[in-house]
């Protein structure tokens, strides 16, 4: 008795051991797949991260060589157009750091890792710049030689096809960076998925400590991905921040010069394929640069700031009001009924050339409109441009005494829309 005593408590003990051993090894098992789990979730949410990251470096980079390029241009017109020497080696300075810190953006771009097409894009932009350069030295030679005007008409009339190129790969970069970010974070939201229903598998299949240990993982994963859709969030309103950047003029909130030639383009072939029509208005204000030199630049902004205010209180919700730049605005009108047409332009008028208060100093703002119709005045955007350029040309001649016949198209706006 005593010995079976014994072999049965020895048999206990084994089988003890053995139970012991084989939860140990139960435990380590599931615990281990757990955590390779974890590991596939933690991986796959550090992909998504980094992939976003570096796509919005890749935006803002791209927003930022548009943004130093156009800034570059305006400097060297600014340069060639000033009449003090000290202004214009001061400018000279301007644009040399200027350059620097585009080819320093540039170079940061093309260090960050790059696919087929960031590769040729940013060969474009160098082939663009390199163009810029030359065209930017020409420039600069004829001005030295005395010939700035001529420097002056160079720029005019091949700059601007660049920068137009420029802005295109521009905008090829975003889109390309946008649909790259939403297509790979897609896959790796389902690699995320598939690991998170093994681990649910698993942890369901485990005893009460492993299934502790399962959701306490669950809910800490549950706080990183929120971490990590919190980034894509702002990364998308990064992305909407940067357009409208792009689209808006800075001074006065109205469309940009880039967007309006974008929504004239469109609203013509609208009008063209629906049977609809569509009125132009190109607006030069007059005698602008001498409100700036008798009553400063604050003066000379807050002007410009309320006739875009009042332009826009003038026209319908749906209709587009752009500053071209300077003093010039255009406002593009569709589904306008010609017998409506007369009494809407005549109003617009009128609420910009009232009183502008600025300070203790009352100004009397002037300006040339010139409007274009379609069909009647032209079918296409280069057509009605040119008939409205030149009817506030007239207009603005008329009073000055001077000819009426325009001669060449002063703020490029006929190449905008037919380039060379």
Not at 140 to 162: D, M, N
């Amino acid at each position: 008795m005593d010995s079976l005593s014994s072999q049965l408590e020895s048999t206990a003990r084994r089988l003890g051991i053995y139970v012991a051993l084989g939860f140990v090894f139960a435990f380590l098992l599931v615990g281990s797949l757990v955590l390779h789990g974890v590991w596939q979730q933690h991986r796959v949410l550090d992909d998504i991260e980094g992939l976003l990251d570096l796509r919005a470096k890749k935006i803002t980079l791209a927003s930022n060589i548009e943004a130093l390029s156009r800034r570059r241009s305006q400097i060297l017109f600014a340069q060639l157009l000033s009449d003090e020497k000290s202004e214009r080696e001061e400018l000279m300075g301007q644009y040399l750091e200027t350059s620097d810190r585009f080819q320093q953006t540039i170079a940061l771009f093309a260090a960050l890792p790059q696919d087929n097409s960031d590769t040729g894009d940013i060969g474009r932009l160098r082939a663009i710049e390199a163009r810029h350069d030359e065209l930017n030295e020409q420039a600069l030679t004829l001005t030295s030689q005395g010939a700035r005007e001529t420097a002056l008409k160079l720029l005019r009339e091949k700059a601007i096809a660049l920068q137009g190129a420029e802005a295109e790969v521009i905008d090829s970069i975003r889109t390309h960076q946008q649909s790259r970010m939403a297509a790979q974070s897609s896959a790796t939201r389902e690699q995320a998925r598939a690991a998170m229903w093994v681990s649910a598998i698993i942890g369901a299949t485990a005893c009460g400590l492993i299934g502790f240990v399962f959701f306490g993982v669950r809910w800490l994963l549950r706080e990183r991905s929120k971490s990590v859709n919190q980034k894509a969030k702002e990364i998308e309103e990064l992305s909407e921040k940067l357009f409208i950047e792009a689209t808006r003029d800075p001074l006065t909130g109205l469309a940009n010069r880039r967007m309006f030639f974008q929504e004239l383009e469109r609203a013509v072939a609208r009008a063209n394929s629906q049977s609809t029509t569509l009125s132009l208005g190109y607006i030069d204000l007059d005698q602008f640069k001498p409100i700036n030199d008798q009553h400063g630049h604050a003066a000379g902004d807050a002007l410009l700031r309320t006739i875009a205010e009042r332009m826009r209180a003038s026209v319908r919700s749906e209709d587009l009001v752009a500053r071209l730049g300077g003093d010039e605005f255009a406002v593009i009108v569709e589904n306008l009924s010609p017998d409506d047409a007369p009494a809407f332009e005549q109003t617009l008028r009128d609420r910009i050339a009232a009183d502008v208060v600025v300070g203790d100093t009352v100004i009397k703002p002037q300006m040339s409109i010139g409007w274009a119709h379609l069909p009647d005045e032209g079918r296409s955007a280069g057509e009605l441009l040119n008939f409205a350029d030149q009817l506030m040309y007239e207009q603005k001649a008329r009073r000055k005494g001077q000819p009426t016949k325009r001669e060449k198209d002063s703020f490029g706006l006929r190449e905008m829309i037919n380039p060379a």
